[in-house]
């Protein structure tokens, strides 16, 4: 059966963005394919590793959202990624086959530095965040990966990466391809990507109020001033949530924003209702997980032991093909 390989960094609880932009996708593919699903707390580090104790935080975190949104340890293998020590010796490897422009020139690490503001405090670690990506997918041989938009340029160098060992040492590894969902881009409640770093997000583990006071604040049609301005959904970040998320309403209210009868007040109402009902299941299960800390650990710990089992099969071999088995 083909493989699919994804991770979410341990950066903080998830939200919407990952749920619609990726998180969808798991939920599906754990059906289709072998597919695994990981932590990836040494992704954390890039940025975050003045705050190991919130990296630790957010690792439980996300286990939690991971389970409570259906992921089922009986179809796919959930693990972290620095319980898997082979992620590192094959990143080393890899770091000294990647010329230095791929990674340079790479406009995700790019914007991450931008938006992070981490100008000069932007490590070496940060630079190798593609090498250390296209290692998680590859010593697993996935096939698929499936993920939100801005993660496409890191899949090219993926791509590239394993073309160049494939040429320099022998066939080993598969070319990933990505696998985007319906809403690969969901804007965040200021209208800039949804992100946890930028503070602009709906998580899935925020309560029913925190929802809705959140959706009240996100910005609309900066034109639609008064109730009954004439709106244009189509730059309104409350609408793009709407095609989401209320997708029986959606085009009464295209109608009736854009010929002024809808006010943007009655509009997030709306909207916030049809996301907290989306979101019930899955915040109670979150809220029983988390009074049961210790099965969400053991299920990590025995997908890690999993997990670790293939890759350090594919190590083996590309140590081999490296001419470093000791032999
Ligand atoms: P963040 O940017 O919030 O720190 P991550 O980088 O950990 O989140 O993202 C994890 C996964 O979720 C990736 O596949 C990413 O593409 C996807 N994702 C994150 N934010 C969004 C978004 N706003 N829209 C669509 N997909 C997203
Ligand atoms: N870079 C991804 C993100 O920020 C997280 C990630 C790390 C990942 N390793 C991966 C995603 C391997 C897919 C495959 O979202």
């Not at 040494?42 to 409570?68: G, W």
């Not at 350090?312 to 088995?325: F, G, H, R």
Request: aromatic fraction near 8%.
């Amino acid at each position: 059966m083909e493989r699919v390989v994804s991770g979410i960094r341990a950066t903080g609880k998830l939200h919407l963005g990952h749920l619609v932009g990726a998180l969808e996708n798991y939920l599906k593919l754990q059906s289709e394919y072998d597919s695994f699903y990981f932590i990836a707390d040494l992704h954390a580090f890039t940025t975050n590793f003045e705050d190991p104790e919130a990296i630790k935080e957010n690792r439980k975190e996300v286990m939690l959202d991971l389970l409570s949104i259906g992921l089922d340890p009986e179809k796919c293998t959930l693990f972290i990624q620095s319980r898997v020590p082979e992620h590192t010796y094959l990143h080393l490897l890899l770091s000294m086959i990647v010329p230095l422009p791929w990674v340079e020139r790479n406009p995700t690490v790019k914007e991450m530095i931008r938006d992070l503001e981490l100008k000069e405090s932007a490590s070496y670690g940060l630079l190798g965040y593609p090498i250390l990506m296209t290692t998680d997918i590859i010593l697993y041989k996935a096939s698929y990966v499936p993920v939100g938009k801005d993660q496409l340029p890191h899949l090219e160098i993926a791509r590239e990466i394993v073309r160049r060992f494939n040429t320099l040492y022998g066939k080993l590894f598969i070319e990933p391809e990505a696998l985007l969902t319906k809403f690969p881009y969901v804007p965040g409640i200021d209208g800039k990507k949804m992100s946890k770093s930028l503070k602009n997000d709906i998580k899935i583990a925020d309560t029913e109020l925190e929802t809705k006071r959140k959706i009240m604040s996100a910005i609309t049609d900066p034109q639609k001033v008064r109730l009954h301005d004439k709106g244009h959904p189509n730059v309104c970040t409350v609408f793009a949530y709407q095609r989401i998320f209320n997708k029986e309403e959606v085009e009464d209210i295209r109608k009736t924003c854009k010929s002024g009868e809808l006010g943007c007040v009655t509009c997030k109402k709306r909207l916030a209702e049809k996301i907290n009902i989306q979101l019930r299941d899955i915040r109670a299960k979150r809220e029983e997980l988390s009074n049961n800390l210790n099965l969400v650990n053991e299920i990590f710990e025995d997908g890690s032991k999993k997990a670790r089992n293939i890759a350090s099969k594919t190590l083996s071999e590309a140590k081999t093909l490296m001419k470093i088995d000791g032999t």
